[in-house]
T-cell receptor, first 110, second 114 residues
Framework: EDQVTQSPEALRLQEGESSSLNCSYTVSGLRGLFWYRQDPGKGPEFLFTLYSAGEEKEKERLKATLTKKESFLHITAPKPEDSATYLCAVLPSGTYKYIFGTGTRLKVLA | EAQVTQNPRYLITVTGKKLTVTCSQNMNHEYMSWYRQDPGLGLRQIYYSMNVEVTDKGDVPEGYKVSRKEKRNFPLILESPSPNQTSLYFC?????????????FGSGTRLTVV
């Protein structure tokens, strides 16, 4: 069964304290892996798409990487405005049914 | 501005009273989808559509209907709402075959069924 697991469920960081969020996935074939940011009461906002193992994407303090079994979202020197829930999703090959993880709630303290 | 617009943002209704949540996008996206988001369960896909008159079930379609008569609109219909359909609903769209762009999500509709 295709599935996506994110860890940790919640993470508290001090401003400037770098860390990584994990997204483990099990699919028969991967068309794409997506990262989104969701602020409270709002719709998720697209961050990155990764297609193949070894690929990396960067945006400001965020860097996403992909292996054959998992993806990491690295946050370098986070700021309080990076506080949000980060969602991972996969799109298996041969389908247009996205599968979302339950997210990691990140809180960055000033 | 490129966007997905959902209405209403908040809705409280009674069990059994039919309702429609509207969704419209202005990006000429082929692919549109509805999700519900519940604590601890994440985003679960209800229905999706790959183009006009082409719809398919997601993971949790029971109790919902959709239609895609125009490319820009994808309404979600609850014919006889029940309390277990209380949830936060999101409409989303993307370019079909252009997975690079991911979804554009609407702002959400918080539905309470009493």
């Amino acid at each position: 069964e295709d599935q996506v697991t994110q860890s940790p469920e919640a993470l508290r960081l001090q401003e400037g304290e770098s860390s990584s969020l994990n997204c483990s996935y099990t699919v028969s074939g991967l068309r794409g892996l997506f990262w989104y940011r969701q602020d409270p009461g709002k719709g998720p906002e697209f961050l990155f798409t990764l297609y193949s193992a070894g690929e990396e994407k960067e945006k400001e303090r965020l860097k996403a990487t992909l292996t054959k079994k998992e993806s990491f979202l690295h946050i370098t020197a986070p700021k309080p405005e990076d506080s949000a829930t980060y969602l991972c999703a996969v799109l298996p090959s041969g389908t247009y049914k996205y599968i979302f993880g339950t997210g990691t709630r990140l809180k960055v303290l000033a | 501005e490129a966007q997905v617009t959902q209405n209403p943002r908040y809705l409280i209704t009674v069990t059994g009273k039919k309702l429609t949540v509207t969704c419209s996008q202005n990006m000429n996206h082929e692919y549109m989808s509805w999700y519900r988001q519940d604590p601890g369960l994440g985003l679960r896909q209800i229905y999706y559509s790959m183009n006009v008159e082409v719809t398919d079930k997601g993971d949790v379609p029971e109790g919902y209907k959709v239609s895609r008569k125009e490319k820009r609109n994808f309404p979600l219909i609850l014919e006889s709402p029940s309390p277990n359909q209380t949830s936060l609903y999101f409409c989303a769209s993307s370019l079909l075959g252009s997975a690079n762009y991911g979804y554009t999500f609407g702002s959400g509709t918080r539905l309470t069924v009493v």
